[in-house]
C-alpha cells in the first residue's frame, strides 16, 4: 500500500537507457586477467591492517561495483580486486541519468571523481520539467527538480555517458584492481573462518575475506546465494509486462537549453524526449506488451511503428521520431526485482548490490543511483571493521540501512508503470465548439476526468517525493517518516481517484470548473502548501 500511494509520484521522471551501442574501441585502461590465487592460508589473522588488509573480491564492474572499488581502494586497510567477466570494456551503453542523491554520494566519496564527472556532466535539473498532454501538446504539470537540490546544497540532476563514466572510474582506480575476462561463477565459504573462494568461469579460484555481488540483475552470486537459476522461473526477477523503445541521436530542439525532459501522457502509453548534452537527445516509448515483444516483425522498421501507434499525438513526438534512423533505435523488455524481506541480503561475508537485489523499473530514474548508495553504504560498514570476526554483523548492517529505502524506491518505480499506462489519459477538458456557438467537453470520461482532477495535486506529490529521495540519501535511518507519510496520505488520495471504477457528477463539474477558474498551470502556491503541511506535521 505504501509503494501504490508512492508510485505517482516516480512516474514522470525519466530513465535514460543502457543499451545503445557505442562503438567498439576499448577504453585506455590498465586491467589484466586474474591469477590462481591460492585459496587458503595458513597465516589467517583476524585482524585487519595494513599488513593483513580486508581482502575484498568485488564481482561486475558496472556503477555500484566501480564506485566501491574506488573508495575501498583509498582504505589501507583495504586489498580490492573487481572481477569483470567481459574480455575489455568497450564505448558501449547510453547515458545514464544521476539525480542529486547520488551526486551528492560521489562528491562526497571522491571530490576529484564528481569534478571529473562535472567536465562530462548535461544537468537537467536546472530547466523545465514536466509532463505534457500528448495529444493536445500543451504542458499539464511541471515539477521543480532544482528547489529541492538547492535547498540541501546539492548539485542538479543531469546525464552523462555511460561510457564516459566508466572511464573516469577506471581510470582513477590504481593498476591491477579491475580484472577482465573472467567472471565470478559460484562461490564456497570456509566453515572455520568464513573466508570466501570463488570459482571463476575458467575454472579458476580466488580466495578472498569477502564477496560483494555486483554483477547485474542476472546475478551469478545472488543465484549461487540462493540456490536459484540465474535466469528464469525462480531467478526472483519478473518481466514488468512493458516493453520500451529507445532512441539516441543528434537533434536540433527548438526548446534546446530550456527544457530538461518532456513526459507525454495519453490513452495506455507514453513517450519521453530527454536532452542529453551537445546536442543530443533521447527519446523513449513505453508500452504495455506481453513479453518477448521484441522479437515481433516490424517490416516498416521501429520508427513506422511507432509512428503509427502513437497517431494523433503531439507533433513534437512525430517529429523526432521522422528523424531518428533505425540503427539509433533499441527495443528492450523490461524486468525488474522487488528487493525480498524474507531472503537475506547476505550470507555471512558475501552480500549483494545493485540490480542483483533490487533491479528497478525505469521510471523513477533511481536504478544506478540506488546503486551507488549501496556502494556508499557498503563502504561505511566494512570501513568499521577492526578484525574478520565482525564482517557478517557489518554486513547485516548494510541490508538494515538498505531495506526499506531501497524497497521503497523499487516499488514505487514499478507500481509507476501501472499508474502512468493504466491510469492516465488525456485530460478532460472544456473545449468552444465553433459550429454550435457553444462549449463541450473534450474526452469526458472516467481516466480524462481523474487525469484533470488530479493536476493541482501532483506538483505537492513532485516536491514530497524529491525530498523524500533527497533527505534520506544517507541511509543513517531505515526510513525517512517524516516524507513517507506525507506522500503516503497525497498518494492515497490520488491512488483511490485512480482506482474508483465511477465518480459523482458533482466532482467532474468541480474539477472542470477548477481548471476553468485556475487556467493550465494553476494559480495556488503549492509550495506553500506543501510547507504548511510540514509545519503541521508532529514528524
Known sequence: AVFSAFALASAFVPQV????????????VATMPPPDVPT????????????????????????????????????????????ERTDEF???????????????????????????????FTFTGDKENGIKDGIRNEWYAKFDLKSPAEARNMPYTGVIERPDLQ???????????????????????????????????????????????????????????????????????????????????????????????KVYIGPHQYFVITDIGKGRYQWYAFLA?????????KPEGASKYLQNLFEGWSEEVHAILKV????????????DRPPSVQKSWTDEHVALLGD??????????????????????????????????????????????????????????????????????????????????????ENFNYPGVVTRMLQPILPIFF???????YDGYKNEVSIDLKNALAIAAIGSLIMFFLSAGVVGEASIAASICLKAFVGTEGILDFEAISTAIREMSPF
Open 17 to 28: 537507457n543502457d543499451f545503445n551501442t557505442r562503438g567498439n574501441h576499448p577504453l585506455n
Open 40 to 83: 587458503s592460508s595458513n597465516n589467517y589473522s583476524a585482524e585487519i591492517s595494513a599488513e593483513n588488509p580486508l581482502k575484498v573480491l568485488i564481482s561486475g564492474a558496472g556503477v555500484g561495483g566501480l564506485a566501491l572499488a574506488k573508495v575501498l581502494s583509498k582504505n589501507p586497510n583495504m586489498d580490492v580486486t573487481v572481477l
Open 90 to 120: 568497450k564505448r558501449f551503453g547510453g547515458p545514464i541519468q544521476l539525480a542529486s542523491n547520488a551526486l551528492q554520494i560521489i562528491k562526497e566519496m571522491d571530490a576529484d571523481v564528481f569534478d571529473q564527472i562535472m567536465e562530462k
Open 167 to 261: 572511464d573516469i572510474y577506471l581510470n582513477s582506480l590504481p593498476t591491477g584492481i579491475v580484472q577482465n575476462g573472467d567472471g565470478v561463477k559460484s562461490y564456497t565459504k570456509d566453515p572455520h573462518n568464513g573466508t570466501i573462494t570463488v570459482q571463476l568461469d575458467s575454472g579458476k579460484k580466488i580466495a578472498g575475506d569477502v564477496l560483494i555481488g555486483a554483477d547485474g540483475i542476472w546475478s551469478a552470486v545472488r543465484a549461487n546465494m540462493r540456490g536459484e537459476p540465474v535466469r528464469g522461473d525462480g531467478s526472483g526477477a519478473t518481466y514488468s509486462g512493458y516493453t520500451v523503445f529507445a532512441g539516441e541521436l543528434n537533434y536540433d530542439s527548438p526548446d534546446n537549453g530550456q527544457v530538461g525532459y
Open 289 to 297: 506488451r506481453p513479453p518477448g515483444s521484441v522479437s515481433e516483425e
Open 324 to 335: 531518428t534512423q533505425e540503427h539509433e533505435i533499441e527495443q528492450r523488455d523490461l524486468y
Open 356 to 441: 542483483g537485489i533490487h533491479a528497478m523499473m525505469p521510471n523513477l530514474g533511481q536504478g544506478g543511483c540506488q546503486a551507488i548508495e549501496d556502494a556508499f553504504v557498503i563502504a561505511q560498514e566494512l570501513g568499521k571493521v577492526k578484525t574478520r570476526k565482525e564482517i557478517t554483523r557489518t554486513l547485516k548492517s548494510y541490508q538494515s540501512r538498505r531495506l526499506v529505502r531501497s524497497a521503497a524506491v523499487q516499488g514505487l518505480s514499478r507500481f509507476a508503470s501501472d499508474i502512468i499506462i493504466r491510469g492516465f489519459d488525456t485530460p478532460a477538458k472544456i473545449v468552444w465548439d465553433e459550429g454550435k456557438g457553444l462549449p463541450r467537453i
Open 463 to 469: 516536491m514530497m517525493q524529491f525530498n523524500f529521495l
